[in-house]
């Protein structure tokens, strides 16, 4: 974070805060990305310049708030309540409350269209749903609230030096507040009873995503969306759940005309609401694969990285077979189509050191690859198979977990 403009010498003073006042400020001085002594400074230099006095501010139960402050400038706030006729409380309370107001929160960045990012690998057991899920209850996390971080631009190399561990500090940052849509793609399933969401039925009378895919719905996709309930996330993450008619999805896309954009064609309807929809992909090669990766290509006019596959992988062997059979399709789809389909890196995922070399080894060679490089690794610990078990979203379940503040972390690495 910044630090502010010194002049002369600073000295610790200590005065008091209402509780709800010195949490607002904390949260608005990590959205602007300077420090809390900076904006309580910019507060009271403000102030003492204001013609006319604010509205009173409720001290009642403040509490012992310290900062760091030029030492004049401290003199100057008592004399100018001493002038007005305030308690040094009030006229502190009326400084952090007239910066709070002349610094609203920043919006959140909305693009033309939404990030599309597609979770894949076809081998199955490495954690894909997981992943999904967790990044985007990060990406949906309140952005008016704090949230432990975990952050290293380093971090793939120098997990390896610690063995396994991440040496940083965790950090309290805003959410990122984005509009998320959750696909479940996989006819398994296990995304919707994750989130303990009713799967939609199969049958003839249903729609689903798999219908809405091979031109049979008879609704609109936006009756299959749900609201994941839950006040961290605010309205903002939603789930569009799986159907076991997704099994059959490959012999009923060989009979549509591109099917290779048919996930494009039904998700369509419901882009203009999200900043980011994330596809749980099925463990498969098959067509169906073909038309999520062609869903995350690169549009027109679209930044790098914005959108792509997300590859998620263990630190053992099977995951390197699987791995270069998927980014094998993924090559010969955009050699085949003259696309461009960005990698967003690689999650090497139930990462524990204490499996010693096979693991050790394995997550060395992952880093190794560079590009696509490891931009998270995250352990295998019980928070992830609790909140499985008590049918919980992760981030919610243990919000200060290792696991959470890593999938923080990976959100951010991927805005």
Wanted: proline share 6%.
């Amino acid at each position: 974070m910044s630090s502010p403009a010194t002049s002369g010498d600073r000295e610790q003073v200590v005065s008091k805060l209402p509780g709800w006042l010195r949490q607002n400020l904390k949260v608005r001085a990590a959205q602007h990305r300077i420090e809390i002594q900076a904006a309580v400074e910019q507060g009271i230099t403000a102030w003492t310049k204001l013609a006319s006095m604010p509205g009173a501010i409720d001290t009642a139960g403040a509490e012992s708030f310290s900062t760091s402050l030029p030492s004049t400038l401290w003199e100057e706030l008592r004399q100018a309540a001493k002038d007005r006729r305030v308690s040094l409380i009030q006229a502190l309370a009326q400084s952090v409350q007239l910066w709070l107001e002349t610094n609203p929160a920043p919006e959140v960045e909305r693009s033309q269209y939404p990030s599309r990012r597609i979770v894949c690998n076809q081998k199955g057991g490495v954690g894909k749903t997981a992943v999904a899920a967790g990044l985007s209850e990060a990406l949906a996390e309140d952005a008016d609230a704090l949230h432990p971080v975990r952050i290293s631009k380093h971090f793939a190399a120098r997990i390896t030096e610690e063995q396994g561990t991440d040496p940083l500090e965790v950090e309290d940052l805003p959410g990122l507040g984005r509009r998320v849509l959750l696909v479940d793609f996989d006819p398994q399933r296990h995304l919707t009873k994750q989130l303990d969401q009713e799967e939609i039925p199969i049958g003839p009378e249903h729609d689903s995503l798999s219908k809405h895919m091979a031109g049979d719905s008879k609704g609109s996709i936006r009756d299959l969306v749900v609201p994941i309930k839950d006040d961290r996330y605010g309205g903002r993450l939603d789930l569009l759940p799986g159907c076991q008619d997704g099994f059959l999805l490959d012999v009923d896309l060989s009979k549509v005309r591109f099917r290779e954009a048919a996930l494009e064609r039904a998700l369509a309807p419901l882009e203009e609401f999200y900043d980011e929809i994330i596809v749980d992909c099925p463990p498969s090669l098959g067509l169906s694969m073909d038309a999520a990766v062609y869903y995350g290509r690169r549009r027109d006019g679209e930044a790098p990285g914005r959108s792509g596959a997300l590859i998620v992988v263990q630190a053992e062997d099977s995951s390197a077979d699987a791995y270069d059979l998927l980014t094998a399709q993924i090559e010969d789809l955009r050699d085949d189509m003259g696309i461009e389909v960005d990698y967003l890196g690689i999650v090497v995922n139930l990462y524990d050191p204490r499996r010693g070399y096979i693991a050790s080894s394995s997550l060395e060679s992952w880093i190794a690859i560079k590009d696509p490089r490891v931009v998270a690794v995250i352990g295998d610990l019980a928070d992830q198979r609790k909140a499985v078990r008590v049918k919980r979203p992760l981030l919610s379940y243990a919000p200060r977990g290792e696991q959470a503040v890593t999938m923080r972390a990976l959100a951010r690495e991927l805005s």
